[in-house]
């Protein structure tokens, strides 16, 4: 992280590293890709990038080769009045199946994340510490607590898995890495009854939608497309 080896105030080195493998900062001299108009990337320190293209049609393809990185743009949804989120998407090739609640094993193929905002009057201790490293790392685009719908892991459709060292972001498993490559699966999610169902409170507005995919822990190569996305 050249530039930013030193934490703020109130925040140790420790936490920094934390956030940044949670929410990333590309690396110095990193390649970036001709992103899709309107979207922003994150990529983690030392490890190479995804390249993400928009191949017309609303889809963005994704491609990595032992690559890890996060594609989002800001959001404003009023989950009282369109609680949920569809899309489309296709993965032709990707990691194994790995335990997504230990980092350094946690490879999966993709993942659509829904951020939202942080509020320090609900968020505990650890949450507190975490965002004020994500805040030095990304400035007002940090988000507080998010859940990431994931195509990975060897768990069934439905399961939630709570990161390591992370008490403000959830996995929900949607897709498993043994599905069968090369086609089209369209989702859609009641965000608004998961975020209440998993966090036991009324959601926020979502202020962040993002896709992300993991390849480097096991060496992987990654081919995948996703698009469509809509509020209902």
């Given at each position: 992280m050249?530039?930013?080896?030193?934490a703020?105030?109130?925040?140790?080195?420790?936490e920094?590293?934390?956030?940044?493998?949670?929410?990333?900062?590309?690396?110095?001299?990193?390649?970036?890709?001709a992103?899709?108009v309107?979207?922003?990337?994150?990529?983690?320190p030392l490890?190479?990038a995804n390249r993400?293209d928009?191949?017309?049609g609303?889809v963005?393809?994704?491609d990595?080769?032992?690559?890890?990185s996060?594609?989002?743009r800001?959001?404003?949804?009023?989950?009282?009045?369109?609680?949920?989120?569809s899309?489309?998407?296709?993965v032709?090739?990707?990691?194994p199946a790995?335990d997504?609640a230990?980092?350094?094993t946690?490879?999966?193929?993709?993942?659509v994340?829904?951020?939202?905002?942080?509020?320090p009057?609900?968020?505990?201790a650890a949450?507190?510490?975490q965002?004020r490293?994500?805040?030095?790392?990304?400035?007002?685009?940090?988000?507080?607590?998010s859940?990431?719908?994931?195509?990975g892991?060897?768990?069934?459709?439905?399961?939630?898995i709570?990161?390591a060292?992370?008490?403000?972001?959830?996995?929900?498993?949607?897709?498993p890495?043994?599905?069968?490559?090369g086609?089209?699966?369209?989702?859609s999610v009641?965000?608004?009854?998961?975020y209440r169902?998993?966090?036991?409170?009324?959601?926020?507005?979502?202020?962040?939608?993002?896709?992300?995919?993991?390849g480097?822990?096991?060496?992987?190569?990654?081919?995948?497309?996703?698009?469509?996305?809509?509020?209902?």
């Amino acid at each position: 992280m050249a530039g930013k080896d030193r934490a703020p105030p109130g925040v140790s080195r420790r936490e920094l590293m934390i956030a940044a493998a949670v929410a990333g900062v590309l690396p110095a001299g990193a390649v970036r890709a001709a992103l899709p108009v309107g979207w922003r990337e994150l990529g983690f320190p030392l490890l190479r990038a995804n390249r993400f293209d928009d191949i017309g049609g609303g889809v963005i393809q994704i491609d990595g080769k032992r690559a890890s990185s996060i594609l989002y743009r800001p959001i404003a949804i009023d989950l009282g009045k369109t609680p949920r989120l569809s899309w489309r998407w296709r993965v032709d090739s990707g990691p194994p199946a790995t335990d997504l609640a230990i980092r350094g094993t946690d490879d999966r193929a993709l993942a659509v994340i829904i951020g939202f905002p942080f509020d320090p009057a609900t968020a505990n201790a650890a949450e507190r510490s975490q965002h004020r490293a994500m805040r030095f790392l990304l400035g007002r685009a940090a988000p507080g607590r998010s859940l990431h719908y994931v195509w990975g892991s060897g768990l069934p459709r439905g399961s939630v898995i709570r990161p390591a060292k992370t008490t403000a972001h959830r996995f929900v498993i949607l897709r498993p890495a043994s599905e069968l490559p090369g086609m089209w699966h369209t989702e859609s999610v009641d965000v608004a009854a998961d975020y209440r169902r998993i966090f036991g409170e009324s959601p926020p507005r979502a202020v962040q939608l993002a896709i992300s995919s993991d390849g480097d822990d096991t060496g992987s190569i990654v081919h995948a497309a996703i698009g469509g996305f809509r509020w209902d």
